[in-house]
């Protein structure tokens, strides 16, 4: 059975930091790219960021180009997510999804950022 | 603002048919055949029931069904029952500078 789990959010005050972890089990994670895509609370899905099976491809949504980092560890099948500069409008539950058609999703980890 | 436009809501009876439309530019929806389909309910994740245009995941229903036309996707859920009553929001792949965007979503009640 294919499952993602996210873990790391939290309370955070603007201008932190925080990293979000996903693990993935039952498919072999390093042959997927995978993304995470974010909810604020009674808002819409937003993509927010992309990386291949092998970490040589990032793609980034213009809102958190130069401050998320996407990364992965295919040794522990997991893929994260480094958030800095954090600002009210990042609040949100964050999910990462398999590539390409994202049909699997975790739970989402949510991330609160508030003084 | 969502880069997908899609009715705020929709309603039907139970039995009946609804369509939801979604609506994109010639860099989204107009240029690829990645058009997917989400149902979501409240506090759980979004769940995969239609890829590329108009493909059913194995497990999802042929209630649902989904097509595309132009700069304009569509899902359609025939035989409504209670247990669709959900979000449903659509995405595409895009050349935008936005590798993936989504639509604002769907609320359908089951009257």
């Known amino acids: 059975e294919v499952q993602l789990v996210e873990s790391g959010g939290g309370f955070v005050q603007p201008g932190g930091s925080l990293r979000l972890s996903c693990v993935a089990s039952g498919f072999t994670f390093s042959s997927y790219e995978m993304n995470w895509v974010r909810q604020a609370p009674g808002k819409g899905l937003e993509w927010v960021s992309y990386?291949?099976?092998?970490?040589?491809?990032?793609h980034y949504a213009d809102s958190v180009k130069g401050r998320f980092t996407i990364s992965r560890d295919n040794a522990k099948n997991s893929l994260y997510l480094q958030m800095s500069s954090l600002r009210a409008e990042d609040a949100a539950v964050y999910y990462c999804?398999?590539?390409?058609?994202?049909?699997?999703w975790g739970q989402g980890t949510l991330v609160t950022v508030s003084s | 603002q969502s880069a997908l436009t899609q009715p705020p809501s929709v309603s039907g009876s139970p039995g009946q048919s609804v369509t939801i439309s979604c609506t994109g530019t010639s860099s989204d929806i107009g240029s690829y055949n990645r058009v997917s389909w989400y149902q979501q309910s409240p506090g759980t994740a979004p769940k995969l029931m239609i890829y590329?245009?108009?493909n059913r995941p194995s497990g999802v229903p042929d209630r649902f069904s989904g097509s595309k036309s132009g700069n304009t996707a569509s899902l359609t859920i025939s035989g409504l029952q209670g247990e669709d009553e959900a979000d449903y929001y659509c995405?595409?792949?895009?050349?935008?500078?936005?590798?993936?965007?989504f639509g604002g979503g769907t609320k359908l009640t089951v009257l």
């Open positions: 995405s595409s792949y895009s050349h935008s500078g936005t590798l993936v965007v």
């Open positions: 999804a398999r590539w390409p058609r994202m049909d699997y």
């Open positions: 590329d245009v108009s």
């Open positions: 990386i291949s099976s092998t970490s040589t491809t990032m």
